[in-house]
């Protein structure tokens, strides 16, 4: 019999099959197992791993195919002849770095920065309010597969097999143009779109190419860390807009903070994270401005595809200049980890945002992005995008209703839908103490510190609705007022 160690901890999402197939050829390729050595019976691993004993011989089967076993008949299965190496964990003397003082040698330390923190197993609680998680209910797994399969076609593979070093998928360019984009009132040229490995890839790109140490960059407060975190790597003087129900406030004093800055960062649609909407007249205000002070607009419609009636177009939409650059990205309706977003730009700039793109990884996984077009194209996406929105409304309105009722001592930031809520704690509760309290009761809460000021911590915290089941709402936000009560006996 095998001994159990050989078989590694199996990975979250990993199925059970591929999990003994993975741990069975480290266990070979590591001379663990011997060539010529007998394979035990598929039913007594079987029974030892506590799987099925088809999981076994298939897993079997797939290492005989690819020669890492050999099936001899009525005798059963033996390693195969293969090329072994040495154990892969370090030697006590390898060179490990430790020694260095790696604070003289790197020039920032992004790891010390302020992020948003989201813990691993967030699917381990009863209550998850995290944000921008994939709700595996609503991912049409069915779909995915038959366009993943399309995309393996050979005239498919030819295409995204190649290596293309400035290309992105055409297909997925031009659905983009059709059919996502007019939807929030853009209409743009294929030379006018590039796809990203997600929203936050293009906003990276677009400070490294318009920014020099030293340039002003506004933006929100509260607002996306890491924005703030990547215009800080690229040492911008950035200048913090303060926000109010009607998004960034633009009146005599903040209109000043403008003067000399080369960016303004905006989340018009759903600010982020208070999910406020930028009224219109200081849409129409920020375009003039840009035109006066010769400033770009980036305008991060994080929250684009799950819109609702009420939620207004673009900003983009009504920029007569071309001054407003447009990131979008399909994470929201797909998954975070499939890593598809895309910059809406004039021409002269998506060019140098090609060529820089080049210069980090030439283009966007191709493989993804014939998969993703080819379910824009097959009319999957929009039906994905409608459930969305619908199961989105229903929550947003769920939590909202719970919130007033069973929270009326927390400030509730006024919005118009989208996937989260964001809270103001009462003068007597700090929010870690709150998080800490409801963690407890199976509640996962998301702290607001990231996205405010230092001496605004503890007082904000956010509610991310994308991944908890509707009918779970109202019990977990009954236990947060539960964890209130407890933070104030205690």
Same mark, same amino acid.
């Given at each position: ?13 990993? %199925? ?15 001379? @663990? ?13 079987? @029974? ?34 293969? &090329? ?16 260095? /003082? ?16 989201? %813990? ?84 990276? $790109?677009? /400070? ?92 991060? &419609? ?7 009636? @009420? ?95 069973? $929270? ?23 929010? &870690? ?31 991310? $609705? ?11 936000? /009954?236990?947060? /007022? ?9």
């Amino acid at each position: 019999m095998l001994d159990n160690t050989l078989f590694h901890p199996r990975s979250p999402g990993t %199925p059970l099959q591929a999990w003994i197939r993975q741990s069975l050829v480290n266990a070979i390729v590591d001379g @663990k197992l011997h060539h010529g050595q007998r394979m035990p019976a598929t039913r007594h691993l079987a @029974k030892s791993l506590g799987v099925g004993r088809n999981t076994v011989t298939a897993a079997y089967e797939e290492l005989v195919s690819q020669g890492f076993l050999e099936s001899r008949e009525r005798m059963g299965f033996f390693v195969g002849a293969v &090329d072994q190496a040495r154990g892969v964990e370090a030697e006590p003397n390898a060179a490990s770095g430790q020694g260095i /003082a790696w604070r003289k040698h790197l020039k920032f330390m992004p790891s010390e920065m302020r992020h948003i923190e989201k %813990p691993w197993d967030w699917q381990q609680y009863r209550y998850p309010f995290v944000y921008g998680q994939v709700d595996r209910n609503l991912f049409p797994i069915d779909q995915w597969r038959a366009c993943s399969r399309d995309a393996l076609g050979r005239s498919a593979i030819d295409w995204w097999a190649s290596d293309r070093a400035l290309d992105d998928d055409p297909l997925l360019v031009e659905q983009l143009c059709r059919h996502v984009l007019p939807q929030r009132g853009i209409y743009a040229r294929r030379d006018e779109v590039m796809v990203t490995l997600g929203s936050q890839h293009g906003i990276y $790109l677009l /400070a490294r190419l318009l920014l020099h140490p030293g340039d002003g960059v506004a933006v929100e407060d509260p607002g996306y860390p890491d924005a703030q975190n990547i215009f800080a790597a690229h040492r911008a003087d950035v200048r913090h807009m303060p926000v109010d129900d009607d998004g960034m406030i633009l009146n005599e004093q903040t209109e000043a903070m403008l003067k000399g800055a080369g960016l303004v960062f905006v989340t018009p649609a759903h600010h982020c994270p208070t999910m406020v909407t930028l009224s219109d007249d200081r849409r129409a205000r920020l375009l003039d401005l840009a035109d006066r002070d010769d400033f770009l607009i980036l305008e991060d &419609d994080y929250e684009g595809e799950i819109r609702n009636d @009420k939620t207004p177009p673009a900003l983009k939409s009504i920029d007569q200049a071309g001054r407003v650059v447009y990131i979008g990205t399909m994470s929201k309706v797909l998954a975070p980890g499939v890593r598809i977003g895309y910059v809406v730009a004039p021409a002269p700039l998506v060019a140098e945002l090609r060529a820089l793109r080049r210069l980090m990884h030439r283009s966007a996984p191709l493989n993804n992005q014939r998969t993703a077009a080819i379910l824009l194209a097959n009319g999957h996406y929009e039906g994905m995008v409608r459930g969305l929105r619908e199961a989105l409304s229903q929550r947003w309105q769920e939590a909202v209703a719970a919130a007033r009722r069973d $929270l009326p001592d927390f400030r509730l930031s006024p919005s118009i839908g989208g996937s989260s809520l964001w809270l103001e704690c009462p003068a007597d509760i700090h929010a &870690d103490d709150l998080i800490e309290a409801a963690g407890k009761r199976g509640v996962l809460v998301e702290r607001g510190d990231p996205f405010v000021a230092p001496d605004l911590a503890g007082r904000f915290f956010r509610l991310g $609705l994308s991944a908890i089941d509707v009918h779970l709402i109202a019990p977990g936000i /009954a236990e947060i /007022a539960a964890a209130a009560r407890d933070v104030r006996r205690h």
